[in-house]
């Protein structure tokens, strides 16, 4: 997803959902975050969110 603007549309942050469960190991590598299969698609973003708070 490297390059791509997240919208604030239900498409988009279904779309994050999708890659960031498929991807869920390589995520928990690169960025200490576990992504569990069972959240919602919202609940994900706002864990992007939060972490992006911190990298600063």
């Keep these: 997803m490297a390059g791509v603007e997240i919208k604030e549309d239900k498409a988009m942050i ?3 959902a999708d890659f960031s469960k498929r991807n869920a ?4 590598g690169i960025l200490n975050l576990t992504i569990p299969l069972s959240e919602s698609p919202v ?7 939060w972490q992006r708070r911190f990298v600063y």
């Design 25 to 28: 190991s390589h995520v928990k």
């Design 14 to 16: 279904q779309t994050l």
């Design 43 to 49: 609940w994900i973003l706002g864990q992007y969110l």
